[in-house]
């Protein structure tokens, strides 16, 4: 029995020791709170940081890094076009109960050099690992269909984005990596979670978080439309009759 007890702490203190020699990100972002005004065309997120030993020095060793950058989740419906009779009308649809309004992953070389596809599902590492869960039962092939369609959707607005070579890596100490943010993201808090994988097994990660938020203008009238959507709306037909009747009169005025 005491055999036993020994070989048991022993081998809590291996565990112990193995995690000791894991390194210890410190990262931080050029920017925690980005303000969307008139004329906001995008902006650039710098990521970068250094990778540490226990003690704080350098922690050494064959490291990649990928960065996953992440919106605040929202719900999406998805409408599949199909063409009947030479006219394009909606077909099947189904529904996403959290998708990210924003992705985008960076890391030092091509994930699957990095990372087994099993480790990549559970990090969610790049956009084919994506947990995409529709509300309700779909037939797993439509699944595939309509996630594949949602990326391609958001990849084309901007707002998905992988880049396999996005991360530099110096000495394997210090790491920085390019985000780029369209101005169509929407508000609220972000996420930039760093991870430092070594030999398929990801041995570190940090987060750090940014502020998306609305100024000026911008942020008066997407407020009146949250909190006051029935009467956004009379504005916004009232707005559109009269630009129309106006219109209508300069014409006819030529």
Avoid: C
């Amino acid at each position: 029995m005491k055999a036993l007890a020994r070989l048991l702490l022993l081998a809590a203190g291996l565990v112990l020791l193995t995690a000791a020699r894991d390194p210890i990100l410190v990262p931080d972002v050029s920017q925690h709170q980005i303000e969307v005004r008139q004329g906001f065309t995008g902006t650039e997120l710098l990521l970068f940081g250094a990778i540490l030993d226990p003690a704080g020095t350098r922690a050494g060793g064959d490291y990649d890094i990928v960065v996953v950058v992440e919106g605040p989740t929202q719900p999406v419906v998805l409408r599949e076009k199909r063409r009947v009779a030479g006219v394009w009308i909606n077909a099947d649809s189904t529904t996403y109960r959290s998708v990210p309004s924003y992705y985008a992953v960076a890391s030092s070389r091509p994930l699957a050099q990095i990372v087994d596809p099993r480790t990549a599902a559970i990090y969610e590492f790049g956009l084919d690992s994506l947990q995409l869960s529709p509300s309700g039962t779909i037939d797993p092939a439509a699944q595939t269909r309509f996630a594949g369609g949602l990326v391609d959707l958001m990849r084309r607005h901007q707002l998905y984005s992988q880049d396999e070579a996005g991360v530099t890596l110096t000495g394997q100490v210090l790491y920085r990596a390019r985000i780029f943010l369209p101005s169509s993201v929407q508000t609220g808090t972000y996420t930039a979670e760093t991870f430092a994988v070594r030999h398929g097994r990801v041995v570190a990660s940090a987060i750090a978080h940014v502020e998306v938020r609305k100024l000026g203008i911008e942020r008066a009238i997407a407020r009146f439309a949250r909190h006051y959507a029935f009467f956004y709306g009379l504005v916004a037909v009232a707005i559109s009759v009269a630009m129309g009747w106006i219109a209508g009169r300069l014409f006819a005025l030529v």
